[in-house]
């Protein structure tokens, strides 16, 4: 089987990673891809909003199967533009992609389904918006409705900083379009875990449990990025209580979408917050997370292609998905500066000292090969990734191939994983 994977990042580098061991797949493109996924397969220089490039290039090289690492071609409509040509696609139509490429359908959906979410409104008028925020009072969460790049989340502790907020977003348009509705939602607290879900429109098969480290800095201080670090699985969300929340947060979506005649086939990602009163769904994705995806897929023990192939044909409740009992961490080494400015080209070492460690691999995301060097192209650059016999076991072999790796200007979190093994050491 011929598969083209779209994206660019370290979770791209993790799905070709772990497609390429499945006896089905005989060879892998990938648009645009990195300095990691060359490893894997053929990178071709397709963007990934390239909607027409991309099915041009799924139809002159013969692809079977073309898996959607980002959103941005799903919420484009890229499985629909495929579908006309006849070429699978793993990730939902645009329609179904609204989940992510609307934070107001989000909503409406978990409304009408029943899924526990923070209360909100949805706004696209500025007066209507500021009056509302005005009678509620801070503290509230100010949400962009279209994509925004990560960015389009406000937390207001101040009635004024959601003021203004609302003014950025609505009249001066810091997010384009995607600031023309905005949701005003109740800000709740509470520990968040990543729950994904294998998808073909009617069943799903659970991932383990996972959690990200959005913040910056040590002790989630700093601005948000796309995520520093990740482990599973997350000791907040322990396989026992897989079932009741599956029946909280994914059936109920995935029969409102099936009723609307927009069955969802591919990952479904649920971000939850753990709050005194339950768990809340902050948001869906409809992809994996990046980096959730690098430790998941270490922890995945049956074949990928296989799985995303049962999706797309509406038959998973026939293939299995087993999981590995070892716990895995990702630490992702960034450019210092990111998620602001920072630089590139910078020379990177050490990666075969590091995968030499048992148990490591490293994913490799904003990288890029020139002659016989790799070098860095991006904000975050590696996923240092490692398994362990538990938490503290794959946290420490993680940090020990980070030693080993180096380039200038690097940046990491050190703590990825302390949340977890804090409340292990709680229940223990
Ligand atoms: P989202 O893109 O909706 O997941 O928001 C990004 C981050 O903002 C989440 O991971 C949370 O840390 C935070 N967040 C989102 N919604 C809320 C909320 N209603 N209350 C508190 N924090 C939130
Ligand atoms: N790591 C969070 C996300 O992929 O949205």
Known sequence: MKILVVGSGGREHALCWKLGQSPLVGELII?????GTALEGTNVPVKDDDIPGLVRLARERGVDLVVAGPELP???????????????CFGPNAFAANLEGSKGFAKTVMRNSGVPTAGFQVFTEHARACR???????????????????KGVVLARTTDQALAALEDMMVKRTFGAAGERVVVEEALSGEEASFLAFCDGEDFALLPSSQDHKPVGEGDTGPNTGGMG????????PRERFAEVADMVVRPVLRNLANQGAPFKGVLYAGLMFTDRGPR???????????????????????????????????????EVR???ETSVCVVMAAKGYPGDYPRGMEISGLDRAERIPGVKVFQAGTRIEGNRLLTSGGRVLGVTALGKDLAEAKETAYRAVEEIHFENSYFRRDIGDKGLKRLAKEA
């Open 281 to 319: 769904v902050l948001e869906y994705n409809v992809r994996f997370g990046d980096p959730e995806c690098q430790p998941l897929l270490m922890r995945l023990d049956s074949d990928l292609a296989e799985i995303m192939l049962a999706c797309v044909q509406g038959r998973l409740s026939r293939v």
């Open 230 to 237: 990740a482990y599973s699985p997350a000791p907040i969300l």
């Open 31 to 35: 648009a645009p891809g990195n300095g």
């Open 74 to 88: 799903l919420v484009l409509g890229l499985q629909n533009a495929l579908e006309r040509e006849g070429v699978a």
């Open 323 to 325: 999981t590995r009992p």
């Open 132 to 150: 509302f925020v005005m009678e509620k009072g801070a503290p509230l969460v100010i949400k962009a409705d279209g994509l925004a790049a990560g």
